[in-house]
Nanobody, 121 residues
């Protein structure tokens, strides 16, 4: 059974930092583009960050650039999201997903259940 399990979400004050983890079981993440998304109440799901299988290429949503850093440890089968300078608008449930790149687009094969991040002002 494939599982992606996010952890690390909690209540934090604005300006603070959090490190989220996404641990995979039943799946080897090394061939996958690992991605973080988030969804705030009443809003659509939003792309946060993506990292290529080798870990050398990363991509971020505009509002995350310079504040968030995605990384991966394929040996530990885990992906991380370091979030600094957090703002109240970063409050959301954060999800990780494993994707393949096929025919010009990303295909998301597996999703985690999410971890809640709440940033107080």
């Amino acid at each position: 059974q494939v599982q992606l399990v996010e952890s690390g979400g909690r209540l934090v004050q604005a300006g603070g930092s959090l490190r989220l983890s996404c641990a995979a079981s039943g799946l080897t993440i090394s061939p996958y583009f690992m991605t973080w998304f988030r969804q705030a109440p009443g809003k659509e799901r939003e792309f946060v960050a993506r990292i290529n299988p080798g870990g050398g290429i990363t991509y971020y949503g505009d509002s995350m650039k310079g504040r968030f850093t995605i990384s991966r440890d394929n040996a530990k089968n885990t992906v991380y999201l370091q979030m600094n300078s957090l703002k109240p608008e970063d409050t959301a449930v954060y999800y990780c997903a494993a994707a393949r790149y096929s025919l010009g687009s990303y295909k998301y094969d597996y999703w985690g259940q999410g971890t809640q991040v709440t940033v107080s002002s």
